[in-house]
């Protein structure tokens, strides 16, 4: 026996699947929307390794879809995405605008980390084009954000950026007293890597300050704590800091030492650009031990990857330390 439906029941059941296809449907186009940046986002970056301008459309595209459908942690991906991509074609001036985008879209939704982060990122931008007081401003900025988190790691690795900021200010007073801050939070937090970075960063403050003992201490620090993590680069590159600090110290014989560990330890990157450096300073502790010929050869070697890699910065220095051995081959040569 079929029981007969009151007159709104019909209704009412339409009137709820209504309601779920209502709420249904936003979520739906949400979800399809989410597929869809992220599926723009992967073709942006494998494009942008072969054409920066296409990946950097598609990463906008992302963005404005994300924009569009109110998807505020998505929009902040792709904001990131299009900042990094203007910085790796050294576009600063669309750089910094995107960051500034991230900052303002965080800050509307009160995503505090976010915020700090993206401070971080425009002061980078700052610091990287030696603005350094406003790029202070940006990182001072960020760390009222972090600190609202208490996010101790963010707040440690920016007074490490104030802090090199201040060293190119001359400022090296102010520089130490944040590398003081950053060492103690990283020491509380038990951060040996972050630690080591600090370290590295308060040895080339010290050596700023012709203050070379403690410049190498600083540097023996860092060195000690990147042995033990087993991190085979940043090794490399405290033995090349601290081979540097005994060359300034006038010290050649232990100059040549680290250098010379620093070098073998390198010897099998395949991007031999970071070998110019030590091979320069290896070159420059020779000269003073009176090694000549040696140290022309070191030089000599590193010219020709300078010019490889372009570096035209680290070819004038070279060509300068050529320039003085060859002066002192000179004299030594005179009765």
């Known amino acids: 026996m079929t029981i007969p439906r009151k007159p709104g029941t019909l209704i009412n059941s339409f009137g709820c699947l209504l309601l779920f296809l209502l709420c249904f449907i936003p979520k739906a186009v949400a979800q399809n929307a989410s597929v869809r940046i992220d599926s723009l986002q992967k073709k942006a970056s494998d494009a942008y390794k072969h054409n920066p301008q296409q990946g950097i459309a598609f990463a906008q595209e992302a963005y404005l879809l994300a924009a569009k459908e109110q998807l505020p942690r998505q929009q902040l991906a792709c904001i990131n995405t299009i900042t990094f991509f203007y910085w790796g074609i050294q576009d600063f001036k669309n750089a910094r605008i995107f960051s500034q985008k991230g900052l303002s879209v965080a800050k509307a939704n009160g995503i505090d980390s976010l915020a700090g982060d993206f401070l971080v990122l425009t002061g980078a931008i700052d610091h990287v084009n030696n603005n350094y007081n406003r790029a202070i401003a940006n990182y001072q900025q960020a760390v009222t954000y972090y600190k609202k988190n208490k996010l101790q790691k963010r707040i440690g690795n920016t007074y490490v950026n104030i802090g090199i900021c201040q060293i190119r200010l001359s400022r090296f007073e102010a520089a130490n007293g944040y590398f003081l801050q950053s060492a103690n939070i990283f020491h509380q937090l038990k ?114 990857i300078a010019a490889n890699y372009n570096m035209k910065e680290d070819a004038a220095r070279g060509n300068l330390d050529l320039a003085n051995i060859y002066l002192a081959q000179k004299n030594t040569s005179r009765p």
Request: glycine residues 4%.
């Open 191 to 304: 951060d040996t890597l972050d630690l080591s970075a600090t370290y590295n960063s308060m040895g080339a403050c010290f050596s700023s300050l012709s203050e070379f003992k403690k410049s190498e201490d600083y540097y023996r620090k860092a060195l000690a704590l990147r042995q033990k993590i087993g991190d085979k680069v940043l090794t490399a590159q405290s033995l090349n800091n601290l081979g540097f600090a005994f060359t300034q110290d006038n010290q050649p014989d232990s100059a040549i030492y680290y250098l010379s560990k620093c070098l073998a330890m390198r010897r099998n990157e395949k991007d031999s650009s970071i070998l110019v450096l030590t091979l320069q300073n290896l070159g420059n502790s020779l000269k003073m031990k009176g090694n000549l010929k040696k140290a022309e050869a070191y030089i000599a070697r590193s010219l020709k």
